[in-house]
């Protein structure tokens, strides 16, 4: 099993930054593959950013530009740092991780088997 725990959340005006973290356990973070996700009230969750366990890296077009996914294996974190942040950005965001590094999907739900409880970014204009 694997826990995933975000932090890092909070309440920032239009244009700032936060930096959300992702600590997860077990030794073998360095190869898992991670994302994150985010969910607005009334939406249903959507893909943000991954990071595979070899390094690539996607971004939805939505924060592409403004958000930056990386992680530290020596520290078993994965970071999201958020800039120019926009009121549609507000929502909970969840880490995400799965150990089957065979697959291709990344921005798909089904793609992972573990999740954090999640973190609220709220970014008011």
């Known amino acids: 099993q694997v826990q995933l725990i975000e932090s890092g959340g909070g309440s920032v005006q239009a244009g700032g930054s936060l930096r959300l973290s992702c600590a997860a356990s077990?030794?073998?973070?360095?190869?898992?593959?991670m994302g994150w996700f985010r969910q607005a009230p009334g939406k249903e969750r959507e893909f943000v950013a991954a990071?595979?366990?070899?390094?690539?890296?996607y971004y939805s077009d939505s924060v592409k530009g403004r958000f930056t996914i990386s992680r530290d294996n020596s520290r078993n974190t994965m970071y999201l740092q958020m800039n120019s942040l926009k009121p549609e950005d507000t929502a909970v965001y969840y880490c995400a991780a799965t150990a089957k590094l065979g697959g291709t999907i990344y921005d798909a739900q089904t793609a992972y088997d573990y999740w954090g409880q999640g973190t609220q970014v709220t970014v008011s204009s």
């Open positions: 990071i595979r366990w070899g390094g690539t890296i």
């Open positions: 077990g030794r073998t973070f360095s190869v898992y593959n």
